[in-house]
């Protein structure tokens, strides 16, 4: 089992940034790859970033250039730091960290608002 626990949600106004936080616990030895996942109002969950354990990062489109993804190993966090915010980024993320059994854990996702 594996626990991730999200942080760094809020409201934010068109132009500014956040850092999102993502910590993992549990049988993290598992994991695979870990990511950010968004949903829009009316909309389907979509992958915003991912990063491999050999440190292979994925963007969707419409971050590239905005958002960075990184990871502290030691501290089994990932982070999603989201500049240049755009009322479009409004969504509920979350944390997602695939692991071998198969397993897909969730965290329990933190609300980016960004609105004027």
């Known amino acids: 089992q594996v626990q991730l626990v999200e942080s760094g949600g809020g409201l934010v106004q068109p132009g500014g940034s956040l850092r999102l936080s993502c910590a993992a616990s549990?049988?993290?030895?598992?994991?695979?790859?870990m990511g950010w996942y968004r949903q829009g109002p009316g909309k389907q969950r979509e992958l915003v970033a991912s990063?491999?354990?050999?440190?292979?990062?994925k963007y969707a489109d419409s971050v590239k250039g905005r958002f960075t993804i990184s990871r502290d190993s030691g501290k089994n966090t990932v982070y999603l730091q989201m500049n240049n915010l755009k009322p479009e980024d409004t969504a509920v993320y979350y944390c997602?960290?695939?692991?071998?059994?198969?397993?897909?854990?969730w965290g329990q996702g933190t609300q980016v608002t960004v609105s004027s």
């Open positions: 997602n960290a695939p692991a071998f059994g198969p397993y897909n854990n």
């Open positions: 549990g049988s993290i030895g598992t994991i695979y790859a």
């Open positions: 990063i491999t354990i050999r440190g292979i990062t």
